[in-house]
């Protein structure tokens, strides 16, 4: 059984995502230090490794269609060696979590939770599947800063539930039909003018809520910037490929302004931990 195969099962890349979210957390904690950010990255990381991992196990007969090239598809891992992968990754993020505290441990059984609930039964239920994804991506920003002042990235972790929750519906609109292929029921199935004026207001509702944080003296320097030159015109940007219904470029174009987004939090993070 090959390590990297393994890895690749994990989805490093959302992994990424999500240790960004909770660094940036960290950065507004209250004594934030190397060993407070390595184990709560290391709680979040192995978190959501272990969503992907039971993601692929109860989804093994439907990726035969849609995602033919993966492990436990092919035969590369089998389902008891993942079985125990995902055990093992469960237990790396809840004695990371604990190592920082039992509140923190507490924190981390709770997406360890939901994310096997999601693979379980709510990944096939139209918009649920969506809305619980996006807001284990808004739970990174707050979980990070658990220690300290959560309060802080309330409205960012919002934004952050919003663009991602935009996301999740384009993707499922264009993946429609390979997902129809693969039996797959998502939010693509309920009535298309409903959801497309749900796009709308979702969109509406996170560039009203964008600005939000520059109120508060901890993101009135760099993120004010971000925001007005690069997130705004992304999310204008967004609006136009969704009224011409462009799935895949609204799709990267949303990743790229949760990415401008979480960046410009950051930067105002350290900005906040230097004063």
Not at 163 to 181: F, M, P, S, W, Y
Request: with cysteine; aromatic share 6%.
């Amino acid at each position: 059984m090959k390590l990297t195969v393994l890895i690749s099962m994990t989805r490093p890349g959302n992994s990424i995502m999500a240790a960004i979210g909770i660094a940036i957390g960290v950065l507004f904690s209250s004594e934030p230090n190397p060993i407070l950010l390595t184990c709560l990255i290391i709680a979040g990381m192995s978190a959501l490794s272990f969503g992907n991992v039971v993601n692929d196990i109860f989804d093994v007969e439907t990726d035969k269609i849609a995602h033919p090239e993966r492990a436990l598809v092919t035969g590369e891992i089998s389902p008891v060696q993942a079985k125990w992968f995902a055990v093992f990754l469960a237990i790396v993020s809840i004695c990371a979590g604990v190592a920082v505290s039992p509140i923190h441990g507490i924190a981390t059984l709770i997406p360890l939770i939901l994310l096997w609930l999601y693979a379980w039964k709510f990944k096939a239920t139209p918009l649920i599947g969506n809305l619980l994804v996006s807001a284990l991506v808004a739970y990174t920003l707050i979980f990070g800063a658990l220690s300290g002042s959560p309060t802080l990235v309330i409205i960012p972790a919002i934004l952050a539930f919003l663009t991602n929750l935009i996301r999740e519906i384009v993707k499922d609109l264009a993946d429609e039909q390979g997902d129809r292929a693969a039996g797959i029921t998502t939010t693509a199935s309920l009535d298309r003018i409903a959801v497309d004026r749900l796009i709308t207001i979702l969109i509406v509702a996170s560039m009203i809520t964008a600005p939000i944080p520059a109120i508060l003296p901890q993101f009135q320097l760099i993120y004010p910037i971000a925001i007005g030159v690069i997130v705004i015109p992304l999310q204008i940007r967004g609006l136009i490929f969704h009224r011409q219904k462009n799935r895949s470029a609204h799709a990267s174009n949303l990743k790229l302004q949760l990415l401008a987004g979480l960046l410009a939090i950051a930067a105002e993070g350290v900005r906040y931990l230097a004063n």
